[in-house]
């Protein structure tokens, strides 16, 4: 959950999921009195911020039955005219996971547009970095599918959610890696817009491969599809994040778990997002920082609805890095765990952090969903949590919760 200086936006073609626009509009209509109210800027004191980038999301508005016009149309529509009417260079728009848009402009620009009748609230946009913690020794799955140490050196399973589709929100994924076996797919670029969502870091990959990878996967026969929304450098914007939500609600083919094993500085805009999965009936699992603090300061972590995943390392110790607390649900394997590697179709790699951890508890999602296709995100997660294994964790941190994710229900 680490943040650096600004960085670029690079537009290009629209996607299925919103519009992608980078034209500044004209000044026509542009707010030029001084004597409009000011909004507040939510979050603008928090941590690195984007400068002159804002989220803005717009109060909930349904189109005029009959009028023939979409949701997607009318956010559209409504963003063209606050930026415009704000002097606002619009960039994205979103109509699924949230109503709103990003746009480019001051912040008195920003502050005023934070106070029209029409917007809910306005963030800065943020860098937002994958929560990974690169190490390397060994283990693995053995972990999650028994109750207590030592490890048997053996994964059991019955299920392997050939029914089920996972989509990683992160950094990309090598599809043709041989562990994927041809299940993994592109869903879409938002890092470059276009539909080829390759993976430059190799996070997404690594993560990918302990959802459903043939020989590192806890769901070994899952459908992967890859949403980027992180550079070569595991980073991105909030907006960009933010587009791969909406994506996903858009395009989600059920019953569908969903991986965000990114995080930040708290935002309303962020915790919508996952939300939105949630109620669109995907089950999201999201890591818990790497900063060993309270979880419930960090975004999406902090989100009631999602599962919240702290890391363990092979003793069952918390492990160093792994944030806690409160609104952490359940702890799975996060400290040098070997998985696919974005290098080659046959490369492996160690990684540790949070995000590693948090695939581990988004396959065993798949796995109940396979027995279950019609669950609920509220019944695969109370499904997830009642089966886990309790007070195993050493030094789990303060207010969390004693769990560690159990495979075997």
Same mark, same amino acid.
């Given at each position: 959950?680490?943040?650096?200086?600004?960085?670029?936006?690079?537009?290009?073609?629209?996607?299925?999921?919103?519009?992608?626009?980078?034209?500044?509009?004209?000044?026509?209509?542009?707010?030029?009195?001084?004597?409009?109210?000011?909004?507040?800027?939510?979050?603008?004191?928090?941590?690195?911020?984007?400068?002159?980038?804002?989220?803005?999301?717009?109060?909930?508005?349904?189109?005029?039955?009959?009028?023939?016009?979409?949701?997607?149309?009318?956010?559209?529509?409504?963003?063209?005219?606050?930026?415009?009417?704000?002097?606002?260079?619009?960039?994205?728009?979103?109509?699924?996971?949230?109503?709103?848009?990003? !746009?480019?402009?001051?912040?008195?620009?920003?502050? #005023?547009? =934070?106070?029209? &009748? $029409? /917007? *809910?609230? +306005?963030?800065?946009?943020?860098?937002?970095?994958?929560?990974?913690?690169?190490?390397?020794?060994?283990?693995?799955?053995?972990?999650?599918?028994?109750?207590?140490?030592?490890?048997?050196?053996?994964?059991?399973?019955?299920?392997?959610?050939?029914?089920?589709?996972?989509?990683?929100?992160?950094?990309?994924?090598?599809?043709?890696?041989?562990?994927?076996?041809?299940?993994?797919?592109?869903?879409?670029?938002?890092?470059?817009?276009?539909?080829?969502?390759?993976?430059?870091?190799?996070?997404?990959?690594?993560?990918?491969?302990?959802?459903?990878?043939?020989?590192?996967?806890?769901?070994?026969?899952?459908?992967?599809?890859?949403?980027?929304?992180?550079?070569?450098?595991?980073?991105?914007?909030?907006?960009? !994040?933010?587009?791969?939500?909406?994506?996903?609600? #858009?395009? =989600?083919?059920? &019953? $569908? /778990? *969903?991986? +965000?094993?990114?995080?930040?500085?708290?935002?309303?805009?962020?915790?919508?997002?996952?939300?939105?999965?949630?109620?669109?009936?995907?089950?999201?699992?999201?890591?818990?920082?790497?900063?060993?603090?309270?979880?419930?300061?960090?975004?999406?972590?902090?989100?009631?609805?999602?599962?919240?995943?702290?890391?363990?390392?092979?003793?069952?110790?918390?492990?160093?890095?792994?944030?806690?607390?409160?609104?952490?649900?359940?702890?799975?394997?996060?400290?040098?765990?070997?998985?696919?590697?974005?290098?080659?179709?046959?490369?492996?790699?160690?990684?540790?952090?949070?995000?590693?951890?948090?695939?581990?508890?988004?396959?065993?999602?798949?796995?109940?969903?396979?027995?279950?296709?019609?669950?609920?995100?509220?019944?695969?997660?109370?499904?997830?949590?009642?089966?886990?294994?309790?007070?195993?964790?050493?030094?789990?941190?303060?207010?969390?919760?004693?769990?560690?994710?159990?495979?075997?229900?």
């Amino acid at each position: 959950m680490r943040r650096s200086g600004p960085i670029r936006l690079v537009l290009g073609a629209g996607a299925v999921a919103l519009a992608v626009l980078g034209t500044t509009l004209g000044t026509a209509g542009a707010v030029s009195s001084e004597s409009r109210p000011l909004g507040e800027i939510r979050g603008a004191d928090v941590g690195p911020v984007i400068r002159g980038e804002y989220i803005v999301v717009l109060k909930k508005k349904r189109p005029e039955a009959g009028s023939g016009i979409s949701t997607a149309e009318d956010v559209r529509s409504r963003a063209r005219g606050l930026a415009g009417r704000y002097d606002g260079s619009l960039r994205r728009t979103y109509s699924a996971a949230l109503q709103g848009f990003s !746009v480019r402009m001051t912040e008195a620009k920003a502050r #005023r547009l =934070a106070a029209d &009748p $029409a /917007v *809910a609230y +306005v963030e800065p946009d943020r860098v937002e970095y994958g929560d990974d913690v690169q190490t390397d020794p060994v283990w693995g799955l053995d972990r999650v599918d028994q109750r207590d140490l030592p490890l048997d050196k053996r994964y059991e399973y019955t299920r392997t959610a050939g029914n089920v589709t996972a989509y990683v929100v992160d950094s990309g994924v090598r599809i043709g890696h041989q562990d994927f076996e041809g299940r993994a797919s592109y869903g879409y670029n938002f890092v470059d817009d276009n539909t080829t969502a390759s993976d430059c870091h190799g996070h997404g990959t690594h993560v990918a491969g302990t959802i459903g990878g043939r020989a590192h996967g806890v769901a070994k026969k899952v459908r992967i599809v890859a949403v980027k929304v992180l550079n070569c450098q595991n980073s991105g914007t909030t907006a960009n !994040v933010l587009a791969g939500y909406d994506w996903v609600v #858009r395009n =989600a083919k059920r &019953p $569908a /778990v *969903a991986n +965000v094993s990114i995080g930040g500085s708290p935002a309303a805009a962020k915790d919508a997002g996952v939300r939105a999965m949630v109620q669109a009936g995907i089950t999201v699992a999201v890591s818990a920082g790497n900063k060993d603090t309270d979880a419930c300061t960090q975004s999406p972590a902090r989100e009631p609805s999602v599962i919240t995943v702290a890391a363990t390392a092979r003793d069952d110790r918390r492990s160093t890095f792994s944030n806690h607390g409160s609104c952490v649900d359940v702890f799975a394997p996060g400290t040098s765990i070997v998985s696919t590697g974005h290098g080659s179709n046959t490369a492996t790699a160690t990684m540790s952090g949070t995000s590693m951890a948090t695939p581990h508890v988004t396959a065993v999602a798949a796995l109940h969903l396979a027995g279950d296709p019609g669950a609920t995100p509220a019944k695969v997660t109370d499904a997830l949590l009642g089966a886990a294994s309790r007070g195993k964790v050493t030094g789990p941190g303060a207010g969390s919760p004693n769990r560690l994710v159990y495979s075997g229900f």
